[in-house]
C-alpha cells in the first residue's frame, strides 16, 4: 500500500502562483510514476500533468503547458506541481497519484491522494 498526502492548496488571485506537494510513503518501491489531476465541480476528472519517477521525465496537458511544472524529491519520496499564471478555469481539487506507468489516464494510477481545494479567484 503507499499513501499520498497533498498538500498546499488555497486561494490565489489570477495571475498568481501555488505550489502543492505530495508526499508518498509505505511501499513506495513499488511506484515509477506521479500523476497530478483535477476536478472542477461538475466536470470529469482531468489529466494535469506526469512525471517518470526514473529518469524525471514529465508530460503535461496543453491546457497548462508552459505554466505548470512537475519536480520530485526522491530523497523525501515527494513530488511538487508548481502553478504559475493561474487562471479562474484552473480552480479546481487537485488529485496527485502514484503508479508504474507516466500516464494521462486515471485508471493508469492505483493509489491517490485525498485532494486539495485550489480556487482562482477573478
Known amino acids: 500500500q503507499v499513501e499520498l498526502v497533498e498538500s498546499g492548496g488555497g486561494l490565489v488571485q489570477a495571475g498568481g502562483s501555488l505550489r502543492l506537494s505530495c508526499a508518498a510513503s509505505?511501499?513506495?518501491?513499488?511506484?515509477?510514476?506521479m500523476g497530478w489531476f483535477r476536478q472542477a465541480p461538475g466536470k470529469e476528472r482531468e489529466f494535469v500533468g506526469t512525471?517518470?519517477?526514473?529518469?524525471?521525465?514529465?508530460y503535461y496537458a496543453e491546457s497548462v503547458k508552459g505554466r505548470f511544472t512537475i519536480s520530485r524529491d526522491n530523497v523525501e519520496n515527494t513530488t511538487y506541481l508548481q502553478m504559475n499564471s493561474l487562471k479562474p478555469d484552473d480552480t479546481a481539487v487537485y488529485y496527485c497519484?502514484?503508479?508504474?506507468?507516466?500516464?494521462?489516464?486515471?485508471?493508469?494510477?492505483?493509489?491517490w491522494g485525498q485532494g486539495t481545494q485550489v480556487t482562482v479567484s477573478s
Open positions: 509505505g511501499r513506495t518501491f513499488g511506484v515509477n510514476a
Open positions: 512525471i517518470n519517477w526514473s529518469i524525471g521525465a514529465t
Open positions: 497519484a502514484a503508479g508504474l506507468i507516466a500516464a494521462m489516464t486515471p485508471g493508469s494510477f492505483a493509489y
